[in-house]
């Protein structure tokens, strides 16, 4: 068969083969499976080198063939397991009362218990503190990811003695490669060799996930039968934790073509996720007691935790010069020209940050490039592809070709491409280009593994080859790295931020408006399904309180006007100040409906600028929820008192006071909602909090810098002190309309088939006659022209049209109409109109029978 045959074999056999279910042991232990009242299921064939006293047998008790104190430590250890993927140790046991010690791991499996026996060495018993501490202080003065791995490697060496330790380290496309190594003189370097993703089988990884710690002491030592193979039911023992489970004979095979003796590995997990390996290997047989393999598992664990920090640390860096990248860009961008205009000023910022050969900006379908681009024909060509993507999906790859064929036109000026779209409608790029960079990969031998034709057909065999193998690789740029793609995350919002700054003042009000609301309808989309989980609780919630279909209805319609209004309070004043104390009386009546009455505001109140008042609108909604879910309001007795002051310096002071709730205690572990309340002020806006867990309710204070505080306008100039009265806040009853003359037919046209049905039904219910429905501006003329209705509500907004042309017609035939819109833009549309009034989304019966005693009693005077 040639080459080219054998390297189109799927690389999957080594996948499938079921290395956890071996039926086999490593021949320096034994093991015993026992059932849940100890009687032995499996048990290897050499567990009588083991206890020669008394040998189990399948269907013994267990405790007949131990002391009776080693048999009752064993029950009580594993009783104390928390957790299925738990192993738990007993070291130095006497199991049969002979002076003889042994090393003991448990763990369950399903319905089956494992026991694994191995020798006690007494000289290799340590303190595990005592051992770690000096190996770990070593860690201490290594910041980078780089320097860490390199010490950890040199640290293991020396803990373990073995003749090479390597961290290994797997890259996304799930190759790994050595970054760090410590190893004897005389051994090659392994450092920075890469490794194809088929060395290390998918069903591998996860049982490093599940199994930390894998040891393989002697590579030519033969395997010890479990028996029996299967139980009677006809399953296999599962040795996924096992410390003893036998080895694959491919990954023998590897390893002895490698030339290795014994090997070691401990999973580095970082974020639950697999990062790497320390990889250890040694040129002959090595078996390494229990107690000094603990320190080790012990070692990596803590390492990953540093490792975990400094990775972390590496992002805060990375956000500041995001950060810093952001300033610049502003104060050179702050003109108010076009961001194409400025693509010279924008190549020259980022050269240094992020290295590209060109720079391109597709803008409101205009085309203009710098340095080694496509042209605009070639890069038209790409449109159609891109605009597949998610609208706030930043594309990077070093080969645009393999994604979009005819990027292959202008291979000889670029081929690498990172993509960062910058809105939704019309879609705009700007594009950081890259040319061809020929590369040259270093494998551990030749990446490809050789079929091999034998008696049960053809599979793959571990490479026998681990010479150094460089692959030429041609049509691809260099790399685009992590920190690369996450600064241009930051550079796309700071490039939104311009280009809403130039729209905003090039641009007409509709235009600026429609265009707003294109750029952020990403992030609006994001928000969606967090509103309408909350809904989703507030109807859930609302069960207990109501007595009848219809007083559900009217508690979960009065909670979700509720809701609205408290996003309303946000976007109200056009991003200008707005009031804390509407805040916190919105976020009342919103999440706490029903406890209103025990909520009390006194003091100043003040505007907050648009940054302070996001930021205490993510607080005080964190302290109410806190307070309705642990605190004073979650049961009948207690109650919460705000109080807001200005203290002479101009800051503005915030005490929270919580009474008469169950007592209190500080929580055990920091959350989200904590860390929002704690530190998102002091972060974000150099203010101040203080909170106190005291036993008879949550204290609180929060200062708010004087720069972000402004004198409310509609306030006294005596302080304010207002209760949250529930029964003025409840919602409206069913009005009475025996007494209200109402038009006998009302025209309907909403183009939401739900919300045209609820308005309906609410019409209907206040007594009008007949109710039309229609949902665009060509079936609502239709009716009109079929039958002049007595009054019409119109939705202003229908989808991709307005019902402008509907009001026109009403006007022209004098007939009474009002319009219906959840957008508060369009108001000021509908007021050059004839329309006799609005009613704003969402909205009640009552809201309805307001609207129509108010146009009706208008038509009534007109007459007259």
Same mark, same amino acid.
């Given at each position: 068969?040639?080459?080219?045959?054998?390297?189109?074999?799927?690389?999957?056999?080594?996948?499938?083969?079921?290395?956890?279910?071996?039926?086999?042991?490593?021949?320096?232990?034994?093991?015993?499976?026992?059932?849940?009242?100890?009687?032995?299921?499996?048990?290897?064939?050499?567990?009588?080198?083991?206890?020669?006293?008394?040998?189990?047998?399948?269907?013994?008790?267990?405790?007949?063939?131990?002391?009776?104190?080693?048999?009752?430590?064993?029950?009580?250890?594993?009783?104390?397991?928390?957790?299925?993927?738990?192993?738990?140790?007993?070291?130095?046991?006497?199991?049969?009362?002979?002076?003889?010690?042994?090393?003991?791991?448990?763990?369950?499996?399903?319905?089956?218990?494992?026991?694994?026996?191995?020798?006690?060495?007494?000289?290799?018993?340590?303190?595990?503190?005592?051992?770690?501490?000096?190996?770990?202080?070593?860690?201490?003065?290594?910041?980078?990811?780089?320097?860490?791995?390199?010490?950890?490697?040199?640290?293991?060496?020396?803990?373990?003695?073995?003749?090479?330790?390597?961290?290994?380290?797997?890259?996304?496309?799930?190759?790994?490669?050595?970054?760090?190594?410590?190893?004897?003189?005389?051994?090659?370097?392994?450092?920075?060799?890469?490794?194809?993703?088929?060395?290390?089988?998918?069903?591998?990884?996860?049982?490093?996930?599940?199994?930390?710690?894998?040891?393989?002491? +002697?590579?030519?030592?033969?395997?010890?039968?479990?028996?029996?193979?299967?139980?009677?039911?006809?399953?296999?023992?599962?040795?996924?934790?096992?410390?003893?489970?036998?080895?694959?004979?491919?990954?023998?095979?590897?390893?002895?073509?490698?030339?290795?003796?014994?090997?070691?590995?401990?999973?580095?997990?970082?974020?639950?996720?697999?990062?790497?390996?320390?990889?250890?290997?040694?040129?002959?047989?090595?078996?390494?007691?229990?107690?000094?393999?603990?320190?080790?598992?012990?070692?990596?664990?803590?390492?990953?935790?540093?490792?975990?920090?400094?990775?972390?640390?590496?992002?805060?860096?990375?956000?500041?010069?995001?950060?810093?990248?952001? +300033?610049?860009?502003?104060?050179?961008?702050?003109?108010?020209?076009?961001?194409?205009?400025?693509?010279?000023?924008?190549?020259?910022?980022?050269?240094?940050?992020?290295?590209?050969?060109?720079?391109?900006?597709?803008?409101?379908?205009?085309?203009?490039?710098?340095?080694?681009?496509?042209?605009?024909?070639?890069? &038209?060509?790409?449109?159609?592809?891109? !605009?597949?993507?998610?609208?706030?999906?930043?594309?990077?790859?070093?080969?645009?070709?393999?994604?979009?064929?005819?990027?292959?036109?202008?291979?000889?000026?670029?081929?690498?491409?990172?993509?960062?779209?910058?809105?939704?409608?019309?879609?705009?790029?700007?594009?950081?280009?890259?040319?061809?960079?020929?590369?040259?990969?270093?494998?551990?031998?030749?990446?490809?593994?050789?079929?091999?034709?034998?008696? !049960?057909?053809?599979?793959?065999?571990?490479?026998?080859?681990?010479?150094?193998?460089?692959?030429?690789?041609?049509?691809?740029?260099?790399?685009?790295?992590?920190?690369?793609?996450?600064?241009?995350?930051?550079?796309?919002?700071?490039?939104?931020?311009?280009?809403?700054?130039?729209?905003?003042?090039?641009?007409?009000? &509709? &235009?600026?408006?429609?265009?707003?609301?294109?750029?952020?309808?990403?992030?609006?989309?994001?928000?969606?399904?967090?509103?309408?989980?909350?809904?989703?609780?507030?109807?859930?919630?609302?069960?207990?309180?109501?007595?009848?279909?219809?007083?559900?209805?009217?508690?979960?319609?009065?909670?979700?006007?509720? /809701?609205?209004?408290?996003?309303?309070?946000?976007?109200?004043?056009?991003?200008?100040?707005?009031?804390?104390?509407?805040?916190?009386?919105?976020?009342?009546?919103?999440?706490?409906?029903?406890?209103?009455?025990?909520?009390?505001?006194?003091?100043?109140?003040?505007?907050?600028?648009?940054?302070?008042?996001?930021?205490?609108?993510?607080?005080?909604?964190?302290?109410?929820?806190?307070?309705?879910?642990?605190?004073?309001?979650?049961?009948?007795?207690?109650?919460?008192?705000?109080?807001?002051?200005?203290?002479?310096?101009?800051?503005?002071? $915030?005490?929270?006071?919580?009474?008469?709730?169950?007592?209190?205690?500080?929580?055990?572990?920091?959350?989200?909602?904590?860390?929002?309340?704690?530190?998102?002020?002091?972060?974000?806006?150099?203010? +101040?909090?203080?909170?106190?867990?005291?036993?008879?309710?949550?204290?609180?204070?929060?200062?708010?810098?004087?720069?972000?505080?402004?004198?409310?306008?509609?306030?006294?100039?005596?302080?304010?002190?207002?209760?949250?009265?529930?029964?003025?806040?409840?919602?409206? @009853?069913?009005?009475?309309?025996?007494?209200?003359? /109402?038009?006998?037919?009302?025209?309907?046209?909403?183009?939401?088939? $739900? $919300?045209?049905?609820?308005?309906?039904?609410?019409?209907?219910?206040?007594?009008?006659?007949?109710?039309?429905?229609? @949902?665009?501006?060509?079936?609502?003329?239709?009716?009109?022209?079929?039958?002049?209705?007595?009054?019409?509500?119109?939705?202003?907004?229908?989808?991709?049209?307005?019902?402008?042309?509907?009001?026109?017609?009403?006007?022209?035939?004098?007939?009474?109409?009002?319009?219906?819109?959840?957008?508060?833009?369009? $108001?000021?549309?509908?007021?050059?109109?004839?329309?006799?009034?609005?009613?704003?989304?969402?909205?009640?019966?009552? +809201?309805?029978?307001?609207? /129509?005693?108010?146009?009706?009693?208008?038509?009534?005077?007109?007459?007259?």
């Amino acid at each position: 068969m040639s080459d080219n045959n054998a390297n189109a074999y799927d690389l999957t056999n080594c996948d499938r083969e079921p290395i956890h279910k071996l039926g086999k042991i490593q021949p320096f232990g034994a093991l015993i499976a026992v059932t849940s009242d100890w009687i032995v299921a499996h048990r290897s064939t050499n567990l009588g080198e083991f206890l020669s006293n008394s040998v189990p047998n399948v269907g013994d008790r267990l405790q007949n063939h131990l002391s009776a104190s080693s048999f009752k430590k064993m029950v009580s250890t594993l009783a104390g397991s928390h957790t299925e993927d738990t192993q738990e140790r007993i070291f130095g046991l006497d199991l049969q009362g002979d002076g003889r010690l042994f090393d003991i791991a448990l763990h369950t499996q399903g319905d089956i218990s494992i026991v694994e026996i191995e020798p006690h060495d007494k000289d290799a018993t340590m303190d595990l503190t005592l051992a770690l501490r000096p190996v770990m202080a070593r860690l201490e003065g290594a910041d980078t990811v780089s320097d860490l791995c390199n010490q950890a490697a040199r640290q293991m060496k020396q803990l373990l003695g073995f003749d090479r330790v390597m961290v290994y380290q797997f890259h996304p496309d799930q190759s790994g490669e050595v970054v760090a190594e410590a190893r004897e003189p005389d051994l090659e370097s392994f450092l920075s060799l890469r490794y194809p993703k088929t060395d290390i089988p998918q069903q591998a990884r996860q049982l490093y996930m599940r199994n930390l710690f894998r040891i393989i002491a +002697d590579v030519n030592a033969g395997p010890v039968a479990i028996e029996p193979e299967r139980r009677i039911t006809g399953e296999e023992l599962d040795l996924s934790l096992s410390t003893l489970r036998a080895v694959s004979p491919i990954h023998i095979e590897y390893l002895k073509n490698m030339g290795v003796g014994a090997s070691l590995s401990i999973s580095i997990v970082i974020d639950g996720k697999l990062w790497g390996l320390f990889a250890c290997h040694h040129y002959g047989p090595r078996i390494l007691p229990y107690s000094q393999r603990t320190v080790a598992e012990l070692f990596s664990q803590l390492f990953s935790l540093k490792l975990q920090i400094a990775i972390t640390d590496a992002g805060s860096r990375l956000k500041e010069r995001g950060r810093q990248l952001h +300033d610049r860009l502003m104060s050179r961008l702050a003109g108010g020209t076009e961001l194409a205009e400025e693509l010279a000023t924008l190549d020259e910022l980022l050269g240094d940050i992020i290295p590209h050969d060109g720079v391109s900006a597709f803008i409101e379908d205009s085309y203009r490039s710098r340095g080694n681009t496509p042209d605009e024909e070639q890069f &038209r060509t790409l449109v159609p592809a891109l !605009n597949t993507a998610s609208i706030s999906q930043i594309i990077h790859t070093d080969s645009l070709a393999s994604l979009v064929p005819a990027a292959a036109e202008f291979s000889d000026k670029a081929v690498g491409a990172l993509i960062i779209p910058v809105s939704r409608r019309p879609r705009d790029y700007i594009v950081l280009w890259r040319r061809e960079l020929p590369q040259t990969v270093t494998w551990a031998g030749n990446p490809e593994k050789p079929v091999e034709h034998g008696p !049960n057909g053809e599979r793959l065999t571990p490479r026998k080859s681990f010479e150094a193998w460089q692959q030429s690789v041609r049509g691809r740029s260099s790399v685009w790295t992590d920190e690369e793609v996450s600064i241009a995350e930051g550079l796309r919002v700071t490039l939104l931020e311009v280009i809403i700054r130039v729209t905003d003042e090039a641009m007409e009000e &509709r &235009r600026r408006a429609q265009q707003q609301q294109d750029l952020l309808i990403a992030e609006l989309n994001h928000r969606v399904r967090n509103i309408l989980t909350l809904i989703r609780g507030l109807v859930s919630q609302s069960q207990a309180d109501a007595h009848s279909v219809e007083s559900y209805a009217e508690i979960i319609g009065s909670r979700i006007r509720a /809701l609205a209004m408290a996003h309303d309070n946000i976007t109200r004043e056009q991003w200008e100040a707005a009031s804390l104390h509407d805040l916190i009386t919105q976020e009342a009546e919103a999440y706490l409906s029903g406890k209103q009455n025990r909520v009390r505001i006194e003091g100043t109140d003040r505007l907050l600028a648009p940054e302070a008042y996001t930021v205490l609108a993510l607080v005080v909604h964190e302290m109410m929820t806190n307070s309705a879910k642990y605190g004073s309001l979650c049961d009948s007795a207690g109650r919460l008192e705000i109080r807001t002051e200005v203290e002479a310096s101009g800051d503005y002071l $915030i005490r929270w006071k919580e009474i008469g709730g169950p007592p209190v205690q500080p929580p055990k572990r920091k959350g989200f909602g904590s860390t929002i309340i704690e530190r998102s002020i002091p972060f974000e806006l150099k203010g +101040d909090v203080q909170i106190s867990y005291k036993l008879t309710g949550v204290e609180a204070s929060f200062c708010i810098p004087a720069k972000f505080v402004s004198a409310n306008r509609r306030q006294s100039s005596k302080n304010s002190q207002s209760a949250l009265n529930s029964e003025t806040k409840r919602p409206a @009853s069913k009005p009475n309309i025996r007494d209200t003359t /109402l038009p006998e037919h009302v025209l309907l046209v909403e183009d939401n088939m $739900i $919300i045209a049905m609820d308005a309906e039904e609410a019409l209907l219910r206040l007594g009008i006659g007949r109710v039309t429905m229609a @949902s665009g501006t060509a079936g609502a003329l239709k009716e009109i022209e079929k039958e002049a209705p007595d009054f019409a509500l119109l939705d202003f907004n229908l989808g991709s049209e307005s019902s402008e042309i509907i009001a026109e017609t009403l006007s022209e035939l004098a007939i009474p109409f009002c319009f219906a819109t959840g957008y508060g833009e369009s $108001i000021s549309k509908m007021s050059g109109t004839a329309a006799l009034g609005v009613l704003k989304k969402p909205y009640s019966d009552s +809201d309805i029978l307001k609207l /129509l005693e108010q146009v009706w009693s208008a038509t009534s005077d007109a007459a007259e």
